[in-house]
C-alpha cells in the first residue's frame, strides 16, 4: 500500500563518492543532509566500495555507494540540491580534483533527458562504462532497466572489463576504521 506521503513520488538512485577526509562519514552527513529534506525520503544505501580513482589525477582512492531514494521533486530541483549539499560539504566542482564528496544523479523513475546545454542528464550519461557505479548499484536494483542501454543494470556490470579500475567491497570493520 502507498501512504499519502509517497503518491506520485519518483524513485530515484544517487551515486555517492568521496576520496578526501573521513570518506564514509562525508557520504553519510550528505545522505542525512539530502533526507533531512521534505521532498526526499531515503530508502537504502548499498555496501561501501573502495575504488581505484577513475578520470582524475589522483592517488587518492575514493570510498563509492549507490543510494535508493523516492522524492516528490524533479530531476532539475533534485540535481540543484545534491550540487548545494557537494558545495556546502566544501565540493568546488570547477576542476577535476580531489574531493569530499560527489553525488550524481543516476536515476529517476520514468525520467529521460539530454539538454543540448550538457546541464542535466538522466540517466547519468557515463553510468554504464562505471564499476564504482554499477557494482554498488546491482545490489539494490540488479534488474532495473536503463532504456538508453536497452539493458539491466546486471547486464551493465557484466560487460565491463573485470580488471580495471580496481574496485573492492569493504567489510564491515574496514567500514568502522574509515570514519
Known amino acids: ?8 513520488w519518483k524513485k530515484a538512485y544517487i551515486g555517492l563518492g568521496a576520496n578526501l577526509g573521513n570518506r564514509i562519514e562525508n557520504c553519510l552527513k550528505a545522505l542525512g543532509l539530502l533526507s533531512a529534506q521534505p521532498e526526499i525520503d531515503f530508502l537504502r544505501c548499498s555496501q561501501w566500495y573502495e575504488t581505484e580513482p577513475v578520470d582524475i589525477n589522483t592517488s587518492k582512492w575514493f570510498i563509492n555507494a549507490v543510494a535508493e531514494i523516492i ?28 574531493r569530499p564528496i560527489d553525488l550524481d544523479l543516476l536515476f ?61 567491497k569493504l567489510n564491515q570493520k574496514e567500514t568502522q576504521g574509515d570514519r
Open 108 to 168: 529517476m523513475e520514468g525520467v529521460l533527458i539530454r539538454t543540448s546545454n550538457q546541464q542535466i542528464y538522466v540517466p547519468h550519461p557515463r553510468l554504464s562504462t562505471r564499476r564504482f557505479v554499477l557494482a554498488p548499484w546491482a545490489e539494490l536494483a540488479p534488474n532495473l532497466l536503463l532504456i538508453p542501454w536497452n539493458k539491466t543494470v546486471s547486464e551493465l556490470l557484466a560487460e565491463l572489463p573485470q580488471d580495471r579500475p580496481e574496485i573492492r
Open 71 to 98: 522524492t516528490a521533486l524533479g530531476p532539475q530541483n533534485l540535481l540543484s540540491n545534491l550540487l548545494k549539499i557537494e558545495n556546502a560539504m566544501g565540493r568546488d566542482r570547477k576542476e577535476k580534483e580531489d
Open 1 to 8: 500500500m502507498v501512504s499519502d506521503r509517497t503518491h506520485g
